[in-house]
């Protein structure tokens, strides 16, 4: 008997599955883009349990007759490729057949489905890929699938499955993607019965930007529109003051198709480059539109990934259209934003149709990667004996002498035959730190109501995520409350940490740390909320200290459990022996 046996059917429909849907958010948008590919203009998603127990996606597009149905349900059956040129441009979002297949082998799944032009339409049934009922059925025009129970004959892939919030978050980022591309087509979105997110009908890419984004980001928006031969720019991206902490509001299109493309993606952050601070992102929504035949996006299943012919051209495009945008003089019809680069107005998101034409971009960019040629350095220092000890006060008034405060960043000391160098914001970062975490110990976080609450704006995909961790930050003292679908309104703030202007910035920074798991251990999830409330509330660099706050904050510091650094592991101090300064001069 042969070694090498023929595979079951059905054993090639689960090993199918398991490259195409790695999770609920790959049923939705594979559901969601055939209902695009049938020409819907609405299209209704609604799910429980995250989707692990129903994903039921509504269209009104054309619909299919019983033979159409029951063929697509077959593996390799498609409507989109006839020949093999036709893969060559594909403009399609579906062309391999495999996503309803492979849906159905990992599924229970109900197909009901009516051309306009029939009298009725029909109802499939199957279970594990297999056909159990087909039926006629009185219902509207267009297809709707429901999938039940996903992974229920393949429970491995189901316990790789993340908390029900973790992947509501998923869907929501597809589904904006895809909305993002479709502004002519309404969505409407249900969870656990519960309406999420209603997006109607868009005369424009900019409005349904603005209606997920919202205008706290979109109105730091510009247009960018370009194109060179087969190669058409359009969109928009932040104005040069108005990068953002996270990398939450990037998208990038490639024939409508939302991908990672990593050399495009350096095009955007080197045509940032001298405006963008360290540890801050570009804020953009493009779509590069190229000839089907210069694309191939047979790559992978999932279809993230694209190849580009003369993917260098491209690149120099989108980085000219960047640069040059803010060169550009605005018109005296268009309002002005605060002034770019050589003092010049910009054209701003909301004066300007982001379909209109944008003429005269015609100059290159110099080919090759720009790289920094600068080299950084960094000497280790141990940290061997504590800064000071345990007797603050004392320590203070007899061995530590304060020298002077260096470019307002730095500390100086002197204590015995050593030089002390204090980083002022790392030392005030750790004691708030270890403050918050103490008092959140005792169970009773005292907090402090604001003057004026702070409204945060956020995504739908990260409004869910906000809401995972809402209970926690309420345990630690910050009261955060929904004010609307995708607002929150941050009330109060522990009374343990100075009031601080950059309570947004830390919202942010934590939904970043959690945007893509939040960590299991209620101590780490502690511990990442206050490292970043103490980064914002603490003395920044740049702050001027009196030379009493420098005693307290030295008095404080001391009284650490852990001086020697701050929550995320930088040092607090370093210690300068006379004998290096002697050996440096060479005096020994």
Known sequence: MSKIQKLPESLIRLIAAGEVIERPASVVKELVENSLDAGA?????????????????????????????????????TSKLQTFDD?????????????????????RLSLSTRTREAEQGWSLELEGGKLLSARAAGIPPGTTINVEDLFFNTPARSKFLKRDSTERSHVLKTLQEIA????????????????????????????????????SVTEQLVSVQISRGPCAIRGFVNAIPAHHPTKAYQVLFVNQRPVQQRMLNHAVYEAYREWLPVGRHPVYCL????????????????????????????????????????????????????????????????????????SGITSSVDSGFRRNDIRETAAALELQTPLMTQTPSTTLASNLRFLGQFQKVYLLFEQGEEMIIVDQHAAAERVLYERLLAQVSTQNVARQALLTPLLWDV?????????????????????????????????????????????????????????NEKPASRTDIQHQIAARAACRAAVMASDTLASREVTQLMEDLSACERPMTCPHGRPTNIRLPLAELHRRFRRT
Do not use: C
């Open 287 to 358: 779509f590069v539109d190229l000839d089907p035949i210069l694309v191939d996006v047979n790559v992978h299943p999932t279809k993230r990934e694209v190849r580009i012919s003369d993917e260098r051209a491209v690149y120099d495009l989108l980085y000219t259209a960047i640069r040059q945008l803010f060169k550009e003089p605005a018109g005296s019809s268009v309002s002005s934003f605060p002034a770019a680069a050589g003092g010049q107005s910009i054209r701003t998101f909301g004066s300007m149709d982001p379909r209109q034409k944008r």
């Open 41 to 77: 203009t609405s299209i209704t998603i609604d799910l429980l349990s995250a989707g692990r127990t129903r994903i039921r996606v509504s269209d009104d597009g054309q619909g299919m007759s019983r033979e159409d149905a029951e063929l697509a349900l077959d593996r390799h059956a």
């Open 180 to 215: 993002l591309a479709h502004p002519k087509v309404s969505f409407e979105i249900t969870m656990d019965g519960k309406s999420i997110l209603s997006l109607a009908r868009a005369q424009e890419l900019g409005q349904r930007v603005a209606d997920l984004w919202g205008l």
């Open 459 to 515: 995504s739908p995909a990260q409004a869910e995520t906000v809401r995972s961790f809402l209970p926690e930050l309420e345990h630690m003292g910050f009261i955060l409350e929904e004010f609307g679908l995708h607002s929150f309104a941050l009330k109060e703030w522990p009374i343990v940490l100075p009031e601080t202007k950059q309570a947004k910035r830390f919202l942010e920074e934590v939904l970043e740390a959690f945007q």
């Open 87 to 107: 893969l060559q441009e594909i403009s399609t979002f579906g062309f391999r057949g495999e996503a309803l297949p492979s849906i159905t082998a990992v599924s």
